[in-house]
């Protein structure tokens, strides 16, 4: 009786630890969101103050990274997972690098905003706020298909990915111009195309995140699929 009472009890904390790693993923990704929304948010009123202060969310997240690559070594190493535990825990290792990357990248942008708070706007209208609207979508829906282990919903989201590159290079092509057109823009121009490509990137991201719910639900490494030009900065 008591074999059973510390078998139910360790698998009760197993399962405690597993949620407790998978709800830390999420947290991450839901501050990578909060990061990208103020970025933008401060860019659009001007807001140096702001664009610091959401600098500093980013601490959190490594914060959150250490936790979450102990917590799944001690798992593998006391636990001994197999199947699908086991593809999770290897994933989240995966997946816990992309979202510190994004908490980096967000950073990024909030530097740029910073350097342009001073600076007018540029004489033409860049859409940065779409693009950024879309990497944030791409964000969260990777991480819902994580939770959900959607395969077919991480699936969908990996055929945009090229609408967002597109778009991307649209706005490269109009800072180019506007660069050409009026070389004093230049400083404005090439911080703007900074945070397009942070966006491009980020996206890139949870591009990789959808990759890996594939993995985690069918044990498919779909990976380099996408880009066969292997781009080693993705």
């Known amino acids: 009786m008591s074999g059973r009472s510390d078998a139910a009890h360790t698998s009760k904390h197993y399962e405690q630890e597993l949620r407790e790693l998978r709800e830390k993923l999420i947290l991450m990704g839901s501050l990578g969101e909060e990061m990208i929304g103020e970025g933008m948010k401060a860019l659009a009123t001007r807001d140096a103050a702001r664009a610091r202060a959401t600098i500093d969310v980013d601490r959190r997240i490594d914060r959150l990274e250490c936790e979450a690559d102990q917590l799944a070594m001690q798992i593998l190493a006391t636990r001994q997972p197999v199947a699908s535990d086991l593809r999770f825990l290897t994933a989240s290792l995966k997946?816990?690098?992309?979202?510190?990357?994004?908490?980096?990248?967000?950073?990024?942008?909030?530097?740029?905003?910073?350097?342009?708070?001073?600076?007018?706007?540029?004489?033409?209208?860049?859409?940065?706020?779409?693009?950024?609207?879309?990497?944030?979508s791409a964000l969260h829906e990777a991480l819902d298909a994580l939770v959900a282990r959607d395969v077919a919903h991480a699936t969908e989201l990996l055929r945009r990915d090229d609408v967002i590159d597109d778009h991307y290079s649209a706005i490269f092509a109009e800072v180019l111009r506007v660069m050409g057109n009026d070389p004093t823009t230049i400083f404005r121009a090439t911080r703007v195309q900074s945070i397009a490509k942070y966006l491009e990137r980020i996206a890139d991201h949870a591009m990789n995140i959808s990759e890996v719910v594939v993995f985690l639900v069918q044990g498919r490494d779909i990976r380099h699929r996408r880009r066969p030009d292997g781009d080693a900065d993705r």
Not at 106 to 134: F, H, T
């Open 95 to 136: 997946i816990v690098t992309d979202l510190e990357r994004i908490g980096d990248l967000s950073v990024n942008i909030c530097e740029r905003v910073v350097e342009l708070c001073d600076e007018p706007p540029l004489p033409v209208r860049i859409d940065l706020g779409g693009l950024a609207e879309e990497a944030v």
